[in-house]
């Protein structure tokens, strides 16, 4: 595989990780005070996620940010020797 085109690749899932990562950081629901609370976090508290879905929703996001950070370190290695 040609080096550009591995780094345009890259640079593509990148992007993309780091928007679904912050989509499914924004989906979490607040844990009291701070930010939260000021959008409507607190109003909603009655109406929580069950501890299942709860629980994948931070495996997915917590898969997704480390997706995130290997194609980071890839790009920057790849870089390194372009």
Known sequence: MDLPL???????LLAV???I???LV???KGRGGGLSDMFGG????S?????VAERNLNR???TM?????ASAVGLGIIERFL
């Open 17 to 19: 990780l780091g928007l």
């Open 26 to 28: 924004l989906l979490h």
């Open 60 to 62: 997915l996001t917590v």
């Open 42 to 45: 607190g109003v909603s508290s």
């Open 47 to 51: 109406a929580s996620a069950s501890g």
């Open 65 to 69: 940010a480390v997706l995130w950070g």
């Open 21 to 23: 990562t912050i989509m």
């Open 6 to 12: 591995l780094k345009l690749i890259l640079q593509i």
